[in-house]
């Protein structure tokens, strides 16, 4: 059984190129993934041509540059795979009325019937405090990710039988 690598210092060229793309919040060049996962531009070429390839990364250019950012369809797909293969159809039906009777609350709370809605009432709001606008942030940044949870989960449910009936259908004709 292999460790997990328990700091920077532990990972391998390959696995620090990766640790930086992954953790990108925007397009990066290649010269600052090479700089930032302190490796060779060789490493950095190959994991990130291995990366494009597995449809991971998509390539871009940066200030001119060459460089890559997350290939957040592939994202997508992924966590929805990941869902139908983790889930029955019953537990994600149940987690969108979990996830539908949460977005309700904060809509119910805020008076807000979308989060668009809400960030525009905040910021009309000249009445707010400091506080009361970070805490608002935070309300927002967690209406988003809530948003985002919701339309993964209807995506999945719809997707459900069919990828099921995929599967099955491909285990019934692998050659053993």
Request: proline residues 1%; hydrophobic residues 35%.
């Amino acid at each position: 059984m292999s460790e997990t690598p328990s700091s920077w210092d532990d990972l391998t060229g390959h696995e620090r190129v990766r640790a930086v793309v992954e953790t990108a919040d925007s397009p990066m060049s290649v010269v600052d993934i090479t700089d930032r996962a302190d490796v060779s531009r060789t490493t950095a070429d190959d994991e990130l041509a291995m990366l494009a390839e597995r449809n991971d990364l998509v390539e871009t250019l940066v200030d001119g540059k060459r460089g890559y950012e997350t290939n957040y369809v592939s994202v997508v797909f992924d966590e929805m795979q990941s869902l139908v293969e983790d889930h029955t159809e019953e537990e994600l039906t149940t987690r969108l009325a979990e996830l539908e009777a949460e977005r309700e609350q904060l809509q119910t709370e805020f008076d807000a019937d979308s989060l668009d809605e809400f960030r525009t009432q905040t910021a009309e709001d000249e009445t707010l405090s400091v506080e009361e606008l970070r805490e608002r942030r935070h309300v927002a940044a967690s209406w988003d990710t809530l948003d985002a949870e919701l339309t993964l989960v209807r995506h999945a449910l719809r997707l459900y039988r069919d990828v099921v009936d995929i599967g099955q259908k491909s285990s019934r004709s692998t050659v053993y």
